[in-house]
């Protein structure tokens, strides 16, 4: 069995060697000073011996503290590069996607497990951001992104995903006061304020040019907003592909046989110069596949 000190007792230690300050140290390692001084209080005393000499203002390593220090110096570097190196292998292997948070919930975690049976051996992360995914900057591997159909982007791969198709949705309780259209002079519209375009864009769809549809709740996301629809609370324009489950679940209904197609869908991107990788590869397949597409 090995005997070694806690590991934040000689964190605190190199970190008060390299400052020769408790108060600096304290500020690298985001703990009060406090804290350091009783991390290396405990070091002290579980090797018996004085590290530093204490001042009024100042530290200063003793004989003893130095040669401690001259010692562990190299191993502790081992160690760091050891780990750094497998959280790297770890990253590398990993495959990252960026998703919109209505999209995350709605869409792809409902079908996660379906990808762990499938890829076991896949760690799959999982990022949410409601602005496109910056490959360069960020590292992404995938990213889900609304884009114009047929797009194409220099040094990406743009795959098709899901469509965007819009329609009015409300609990089941709310429906059955809005047996047609004309009905919405009397809604309570919800909003979402990443799609501010959605209710007029379908009102226009349906030839409701006269309904203002500026009136109701605003949300700060297309979830809030399905989720004030789902409590009864207004009606929101729901994107077919993110309401399925809840209208097979009866939390919510779809009004009308209006729907609105866009001619900008839910895209698969990535990276050229990654496609290829293996990993990567299978969760893109397997995204194509959930969402009925050729792969």
Known sequence: MLHIPSTAGLRAFDAACRYLSFNQAAEELGVTPGAVSRQIQALEQYLGKTLFHRHHKRIELTAV??????????PLEKIAAASARLRSETRRNAVSICAYPTFALRWLIPRWADLYEHHPDIDVQLITSLNPADFERDDF????????????????RIDKLLEVITYPVCSPEMAKKFTQPDDLHDAVFVHESPRPTDWPRWLAEAGFNDI?????LHFESA???????????????????????????????????????????????????KATRPKLAAVREWMLEAAGQPV
């Open 212 to 216: 203002n549809s500026s009136k109701g």
């Open 223 to 273: 979830n809030m907003a399905l989720h004030a629809a789902e409590n009864g609370l207004g009606i929101a324009i729901g994107i077919d592909a993110l309401v399925q489950e809840s209208i097979a679940a009866g939390r919510l209904v779809k009004l009308f046989d209006v729907k609105r197609r866009s001619n900008h869908s839910f895209h698969l991107v990535s990276s050229a110069r």
């Open 141 to 156: 591997d995938l990213s889900i992104q609304v884009l114009p159909d047929g797009i194409s982007l220099t040094g990406m």
């Open 65 to 74: 503290g130095r040669q401690y220090l001259a010692e562990i110096t190299l």
